[in-house]
């Protein structure tokens, strides 16, 4: 079965950086786009960024723009999250999931989600 796993999550002060890791097994990685979302308390689940299936584009949210950066390693069927200047409002779950063929910002057309993983910010 398809099975996306989180990694990277954790505790950081403002200003400061993290890598996500989602690792994606049961599927032809290199079929699927993959996205970031991010989930805080109380708030709908929010697009963050989608890379497309060969890695050659790809798109931000404007919170992230400029902060974020999302890569893939179609050998190794994993996508990354590199966020810097972190900022307490990006304090939230973060889910990678895959899409068929197409990037979306939409996340309910997504095919497979992750368990996700908390990343929190202080101030």
């Known amino acids: 079965q398809v099975q996306l796993v989180e990694s990277g999550g954790g505790l950081v002060q403002a200003g400061g950086s993290l890598r996500l890791s989602c690792a994606a097994s049961?599927?032809?990685?290199?079929?699927?786009?993959m996205g970031w979302f991010r989930q805080a308390p109380g708030k709908e689940r929010e697009f963050v960024a989608v890379?497309?299936?060969?890695?050659?584009?790809?798109y931000y949210s404007d919170s992230v723009k400029g902060r974020f950066t999302i890569t893939r390693d179609n050998a190794k069927n994993t996508v990354y999250l590199q966020m810097n200047t972190l900022k307490p409002e990006d304090t939230a779950v973060y889910y990678c999931?895959?899409?068929?063929?197409?990037?979306?910002?939409?996340?309910?057309?997504?095919?497979?989600w992750g368990q996700g993983t908390q990343v929190t910010v202080s101030s």
């Open positions: 049961g599927l032809t990685f290199s079929s699927y786009a």
């Open positions: 890379i497309t299936k060969g890695g050659g584009s790809t």
């Open positions: 999931a895959a899409r068929y063929y197409s990037v979306s910002f939409v996340s309910s057309l997504y095919n497979y």
